[in-house]
């Protein structure tokens, strides 16, 4: 039996410390808001907030006008913004503008949800996995899963998702139920430049002087979408100390995490993976010198790239410091102490911690290889992840729903079509690069004896391999993937496409290592935290916040900025500091619009500021917004000291950065002329 | 007053485990030796293994001949190789023979070196630093170093090189007196192909089938030296279980740090580092794809990048093991438990750890901008290496010899010279490169707003200050390094070179940390790990062997595969695994020379094997000589499991490995033909 949850907020005392937490909105910290800042948010204001957020992929975003615009970052848009580019029309570096809705282009391959409900379905799921183990418990939870969203979605599966939403690891399980947009366009970009000005070297820093923000609008039936809830524009923005809010999606922190999972999150997931990560980000670095459209068609993964470096950078340095090591290591001891002085609790949940030990164990064994061939880590390649998407399309597709792979239910595959026969390019050169590396490093890391190596490889370098695969691939052509979607399993078995070829023929050995990490890790874990999440609610009820699991969260904070040692940094930067700090050289160039546009500006606007808003990544694109529920700024990064916030919330200094509301009208104003946009933000 | 010290091994019982141990020779393990293998090795035996032995810069060799031939690794030698090249005579990839002492061509920059004497100065070291602390300690610790060298090189520098060696971190200070050879030149080197066959997929692996040697002569006087002590072949080799020997300088080992170092050598020397130097790796892997020419030009800097990266990776699982970790802090918290249950050591030493501890602190605090400026990491160039070179040793030859930097007193002088007046060739293009690329690296480190960085960059880009700084240049320029070098501070201040003037400009930057550095770390862990040292020597006595300190050390063992798992590793390979395993693609393309010979070779002489013995980079090129004093191997790399031995010899895998002396006979006679090196080593 389902309950339907309201969107009451839990009023329950909390351990959690100012500001702290990224809280679901149907269990937002009253008492708190009210004691720290005599606020009080009603259920109209809730609710608002939850119909006016947009989740993009691997990033937020919200409503600002009844005609389906939706604000969002610039880098959250930029694979839209690259794949409408081409070598003339560069709309990265020269930046984008339609005037009217007929200059919008279409993003190839961009989905948005809106959540509109949210269900608890805890004992659904409990009851399905009931005394199961292993492969049966993983099986039981994915039929249940497939069960809830396809009753949810019904026969909207156009405008309908659903997701099965595991909350406090196991704790509690929600169904999400969300509007689907899949018709975005782009309407509003400026220039990389100064979207990203500073580059890698101020990212994750402040003080900033970035303008990281797009402008899409979300179409219906061929027409901007009729949106009801959105937030209005604050032209003045907030002041020092002011109170703010961030609605958004961030994707994942691990605060709830045991030891044992903490150090192999930091030997497997940031020591092993970030020297990874550094020498690709080495090899895309040097290749995007090698020409211009070299340098276009790396540089959105390169993004990617360096910002996963730098963001695992700052985690990995948490899980370094002794001191955060103890203070968890004496939360563990004092939850497993709580458990072993209850008989009831002793019994049941006792040997949690020392089952998910074990369990990282096996993963360590198991984490090389079933990277290299289930997670396709071997394989870098646009053109493998779609012969793999429709290699196992075909395979699955054939069975009945509930027994299916979850990310081929039926709710699922219009996500799955979306991204299989999208126009998005792929740069036949960019790949050789990628795939040559990462094959490289197969060999590299399972060893050249290898059996799984030798099978891939035979007598061929990854060089000769990759131009074996690429050159002679048919995967480019969308209705070439049509063709083989449609055609099932008998059109793939027959395909003598190279890619479909090695994705067929490494398929059981990823299957048998999926199976083997499901079996031996994951359904460990799975059930095991879902035992010490019983004693933490044991212990304190909900009045804690579960992980971040990249869906939609409240974080309240205010205007602040931090010490730095002996330095104070102010909250506020200001359209002359980015003129300061311009040096004519990239990441430093201002670009011409803005040199242009010097003259004309008020150079005292607010343009970037920093909040204690508890955010992460997933939250880019976040709208900041006040006590009225106005905008007041958009998130777009966090600063140094945020980045260990994946494991622990420290006030002191994380910080998140935005740009201020302020600023974005100044600049759209006096730098891009974007009159049609400012009316209908601000209706004049 | 200095201590004589007799070729005689002390006797006492050990802690070290079978086959453990990089002895000094004048402290062998005499009744394990004869415990365990019924050999005691007389002084006679232990005089020729000293004086037969090389040190090469960063590696080893041995004297094969009464000419001056010198045996060591493909890859010690190949610096020279390399410079010697041209992109028209590339002997890298073809390989090099002189038939006749005339063909031998000089290396512009390789200096060997033979232990001929060593005497405990530890009395004359503890004296003259008594009391002391921070700088003082230092300064006193320098000018006691370079009074005792001064002393022992006397006149004749030109022939003699004397180092005061630290052993057991300060339980001994050894006068290590060694005869210089200046002029090395090349007389063999097969091709790079099967010298590193396998490439650094199979570095550190094994099986193997690498023939990675070079031959090299001494040079006296113009004519070939005149060498006394030498190994003599063994054609047939060792058989599987025989006792074998190494002679080499292993270069460094860390198995007596404490706790805390270890823990700051994983997250700064190892987890920091190996980030920078993935990076690197990738930047130049790119780069060498981009032309042959740049392929020649870099592969040198690659092969010495990938092998460190390697071997880092090996060194960090096993600080990242638990289990090793458990077993290192036992054995710390049972000599502080020893230490404690003594009222005189703990008086004096107990404190010891503790203040270590806080050192690292400081260290934690310090390495990022020392690195940067005084390790000149933000000027990854050739050109600044010689320009600060310069500017230093104008500073520093002209005060007294005691209150000199201790790279830069007079014994060490004629070695700065050499290095400096090297004809090796620069390559400005790959000269950019990595100077671009630390630049880059020290402003997303230090960060934009850093002081230094601003100093160093001002307006410009790393591009941008690269260029200018390369493009006008004339430092690759022999005679005026030479002019500025006989100039002294005058020249230097006058000086318009960029590079001379940037040294200038962050000499005082980098002087700061470097003292900084000395004052708040290296002082205060000198002097505790010399009480840690005495405390060890009051619970074990010198029955234990000191860390390797890149000095002549030898370590005993066996011819002996190991399991691997399930599997049983073989202890040798043969020629016909080398044809089994080629691809004709790199890096496991066997050379044209190899198929030609191919109908003529023995294919089932065994080619590469391992052994027991305990060794460690540094050991590269070091002879495995037999009881009789003979050569039956070439020690040129260690398994993957060797790669813990920087922190504990796990005998169960941890393997030598060696190309075959049998082997190399064979090679030398079927493949390369080359009789007149044959007849020199074997008289036939």
Known sequence: MQKKLLLIALSLPGLALAAEGMWTLDNLPMNRLQAEYGFKPGPEWIKNTMLSSVKLPGCSGSFVSKDGLVMTNHHCASGCIEQLSTAKQNYVSNGFLARKHSEEQVCPAMELNRLEDITDVTEDVRKATAGLEGTSFKQAQNAIEATLTAACVG??????????????????????????????????????????????PDNFNFPRYDLDIAM?????????????????????????????????????????????????????????????????????TQYRKTSPEAARTADQALFGIENRYKAGTGRLQTLLDPEFMARQQAEETALRQFVNSRPELKEKIGGAWDAIARAQDSY???????????????????????????????????????????????????????????????????????????????????????????????????????????????????????TLWNGGKEAIALSDDPFIKLALAVEAESRTYRKRMEQEVQAIVQKNSELIAQARFAQSGTSVYPDATATLRLSYGEVKGWDQGEHKIRPFTNFAGAFERDTGAYPFALPASWQAAKGKLNLQQPYNFVTTNDIIGGNSGSPLINRNGEIIGLAFDGNIHSLGGAFWYDGRSNRTVAVHSGGILEAMDKIYNARELLKELTGK
Chains 1, 2 share one sequence.
């Open 155 to 200: 026969d909207d599966k156009e405008k309908t998702r659903c997701d099965v939403v595991d909350l406090y690891h196991g704790g509690r399980y929600h169904l999400y139920k969300y509007h689907r947009y899949a018709d975005t366009r782009l309407v509003w970009a400026p220039e990389k430049a100064i979207a990203f000005f500073g580059g890698d």
């Open 364 to 482: 360590r064994q198991l984490f090389r290889v079933t990277n290299m061939t289930e997670g396709a880590e071997a394989f870098n390649s646009n053109y493998f992840r779609l012969a793999r998407m429709l290699v196992r399309a075909a395979e699955e597709k054939a069975k009945a729903n509930a027994e299916r792979l979850p990310e081929f239910i039926d709710t699922r595959l219009p996500a799955v079509q979306q991204n299989l026969f999208s126009k998005a390019p792929i740069y036949p050169e960019f790949e050789k690069l990628k795939l040559t590396h990462s094959l490289t490093k197969m060999r590299e890391d399972l060893g050249v004896d290898h059996a799984f190596v030798k099978q891939v490889l035979g007598k061929l370098s990854p060089e000769q391999l990759t131009d074996k695969l690429i050159d002679r691939t048919r995967l480019a052509d969308v209705e070439y993937r049509k």
């Open 216 to 284: 899409l609008r979300v179409y219906e039936n061929g027409k901007p979408a009729d949106i009801k809830h959105y937030f209005p524009f604050s032209k003045n923005g907030p002041q020092e100390g002011e109170m703010s809010f961030v609605t958004g999606h961030p994707g994942s922190t691990q605060r709830q995490l045991t030891m044992a999972q903490l150090i192999s999150l930091r030997d497997i997931g940031l020591v092993d993976s970030l020297q990874h990560t550094a020498e690709l980000r080495g090899v895309v």
